[in-house]
């Protein structure tokens, strides 16, 4: 998952993004983070309303047939970086992206 985050964190960079990703070990600290323009992912997504895709709002017709594995993406230990969810990181990039360009979403 490491290997994951900071390539991520990697391309919000070649974007223009202010990204880092900390490993705890190089802060004796407890958790690794990431931060993205000086913010942490976790708080970024608390100012966020997340819709899923398979959320009932959806036109039926529409509707993807959803693959799951487990539990829900909006269930993650929110003290870990590295159990955030796929589409909620991408979700914060996304937040982060348009602040950064006056776009505020």
């Known amino acids: ?60 017709s529409f509707r993807p047939n959803m693959v799951t594995f487990g539990r829900p993406a909006t269930e993650w230990n929110k003290e870990e970086i590295e159990d955030v969810p796929d589409v909620l990181m991408k979700n914060a990039i996304s937040k982060a992206y348009a602040d950064m360009n006056g776009q505020g979403l």
């Open 1 to 60: 998952m490491r290997y994951y985050l900071e390539g991520l964190v990697d391309e919000m960079r070649s974007a223009g993004i202010n990204a880092e990703y900390v490993d705890s070990v190089a802060l004796d600290d407890e958790r690794n983070s990431v931060t993205i323009n000086g913010n942490f992912v976790q708080d970024i997504l608390k100012g966020l309303e997340i819709k899923m895709l398979e959320s009932d709002e959806c036109d039926p």
